[in-house]
């Protein structure tokens, strides 16, 4: 609604300009007696038939192949680094996605493997695939760690995320691994206490072990 919004108070606007004949270009500049009325804005928005917007649902694409000239790539913890948006080049088109990647139409796919030499993530079985990360130090002045830096994939399996606080800010939905940096130094994996040095295998079976829901 806010596009629509905009639009109606712009029109509103140069009617208001037209009627006081001053050129006036900002609404502070419009006469007394001329103001633009907001509910002027309501009645338009009101009566405007805005058609219901139908959107196609379904799960992301995954990393890789999308067609004979497209493919999809992720970018770790959400960083697209220039130099990996340099990588994608040259392309037809790169479409960023909520996804935290990029959909490159207009190349070969085949191009994959030199993509993954850049950091991307190309393929679904790759261990960075479902691992996040908050902003964590330096960022966030409430982080306890820089957990961008300490992040570790661990194996491929259940979504990780990796939190700076309790506030656990950017974590999945559904289940998945918590991984929390605790007061004194080092995390806690799933509620579990873990030096930093041993979250590799830590993550590892926190991932891969069968588990309930929460």
Wanted: proline fraction near 13%; charge should be positive; aromatic fraction near 4%.
């Amino acid at each position: 609604d806010a596009p629509r919004a905009a639009l109606a108070a712009a029109r509103a606007f140069l009617s208001a300009a037209r009627a006081a004949g001053t050129g006036a270009w900002r609404v502070r500049e419009l006469p007394e007696g001329h103001q633009a009325d907001v509910r002027d804005v309501r009645k338009a928005l009101a009566a405007e038939e805005v058609p219901e917007a139908v959107l196609p649902q379904g799960p992301p694409p995954a990393p890789g192949p999308l067609g004979p000239a497209a493919l999809h790539v992720l970018a770790p913890l959400g960083r697209l680094t220039a130099g990996r948006l340099r990588a994608l080049l040259p392309a037809d088109e790169v479409r960023l996605t909520p996804w935290r990647g990029a959909v490159v139409a207009g190349t070969d796919p085949a191009r994959l493997p030199a993509l993954e030499t850049h950091g991307l993530i190309t393929r679904p079985d790759s261990p960075w695939a479902g691992v996040s990360a908050c902003t964590g130090r330096p960022g966030c002045a409430k982080s306890l760690a820089d957990v961008r830096a300490d992040a570790v994939p661990g194996r491929p399996g259940l979504p990780v995320h990796y939190s700076g606080c309790e506030r656990r800010c950017g974590h999945p939905h559904g289940d998945w691994v918590d991984v929390l940096a605790a007061p004194g130094g080092g995390y806690l994996v799933d509620g579990a206490p873990v030096p930093r040095t041993d979250l590799a295998p830590a993550v590892t079976t926190a991932r891969t072990a069968p588990r309930t829901t929460r």
